[in-house]
C-alpha cells in the first residue's frame, strides 16, 4: 500500500479563483471522505464516497463546492470562487468497506491559503 | 448531536513518563465507537486506538491504552514509556454511521503533546 495521496499539498490563491484538490486512496478501500480542518480545531466531515456515488454531504459544503469520484478511484475537490474564509487545510481519507471499526486511513493534506 | 470534548490544549510530560489525555463525549446513540489519532506537523492524521460502545475490556495496542468510562462518557488516552517522537497533536473522535455503512467521524478540538527530556 502507498497511502492515501493528496495534491497539491500546498496552494496559494487569490480570492475569487477556482481552485482543485486531488486525492488518491488506498486501491481496494472503496469509501472515500473529505474533511476540512481549520487553524486549532479537529477536521470536519464535509462529504463521503461509496464508489463512484457521492451518498453524504454535510451543510459545512456550500454550493461552490463541488466533489467528484468519477470512476470509483480518485476523488477530486473543487472550490470555486474561493473566499478567504476557504483557507484550511483540506483532508483526504478512506476507507475498507469491510472495515471493523470503520478506521479511516487519512492522506497529509492540501492547504490552501487564500489571499 | 455527537461531541467531543478535550479540555486541555496542550500538556507536557518527560521522557520515559506516562500520560493522559481527557476525553468527554456525549451521544444518544446506543452503539458507538470512539478513536484516538495522532497528528504530527506533517499533518496526517494517524490512527492509535479504537474502542467499541459494546467492548468489555478497554482497548490496548502497544503503548496506547483507552481508559473507557461508559457511565463517565469519558475515552481517556494513556501512553506509557512517553517517547520524544510522541510530540504531536492528539484528537479524540467518535464514529457516527452514514448512509450505505459508512463512517463520519466527530473530532474534539484535540491537545498538543510535547514530551521532553
Known amino acids: 500500500d502507498t497511502g492515501v495521496s493528496q495534491n497539491p499539498r500546498h496552494k496559494i490563491t487569490k480570492r475569487g479563483q477556482n481552485v482543485t484538490f486531488r486525492c488518491d486512496p488506498i486501491?481496494?478501500?472503496?469509501?472515500l471522505y473529505w474533511y476540512r480542518q481549520t487553524l486549532g480545531q479537529g477536521p470536519e466531515f464535509l462529504t463521503y464516497f461509496q464508489n463512484e456515488a457521492q451518498l453524504e454531504k454535510s451543510r459545512l459544503l456550500s454550493d461552490r463546492f463541488s466533489a467528484e469520484r468519477p470512476k470509483g478511484s480518485f476523488s477530486t475537490l473543487e472550490i470555486q470562487r474561493t473566499e478567504q474564509g476557504d483557507s484550511a487545510m483540506y483532508l483526504c481519507?478512506?476507507?475498507?468497506?469491510?472495515?471493523?471499526?470503520?478506521?479511516?486511513?487519512f492522506g497529509e493534506g492540501s492547504r490552501l491559503t487564500v489571499l | 448531536a455527537q461531541k467531543i470534548t478535550q479540555t486541555q490544549p496542550g500538556m507536557f510530560v518527560q521522557e520515559k513518563e506516562a500520560v493522559t489525555l481527557d476525553c468527554t463525549y456525549d451521544t444518544s446513540d446506543p452503539s458507538y465507537g470512539l478513536f484516538w489519532y495522532k497528528q504530527p506537523s506533517s499533518g496526517e492524521m494517524i490512527f492509535l486506538i479504537y474502542q467499541g460502545s459494546y467492548d468489555q475490556q478497554n482497548a490496548t495496542e502497544g503503548r496506547y491504552s483507552l481508559n473507557f468510562q461508559k457511565a463517565r462518557k469519558s475515552a481517556n488516552l494513556v501512553i506509557s514509556a512517553s517517547q520524544l517522537g510522541d510530540s504531536a497533536m492528539y484528537f479524540c473522535?467518535?464514529?457516527?454511521?452514514?448512509?450505505?455503512?459508512?463512517?463520519?467521524?466527530?473530532f474534539g478540538t484535540g491537545t498538543q503533546l510535547k514530551v521532553e527530556l
Open positions: 481519507a478512506s476507507e475498507k468497506r469491510q472495515g471493523d471499526t470503520g478506521e479511516l486511513f
Open positions: 473522535a467518535m464514529r457516527e454511521e452514514l448512509t450505505g455503512g459508512g463512517n463520519k467521524l466527530t
Open positions: 486501491s481496494e478501500h472503496n469509501r
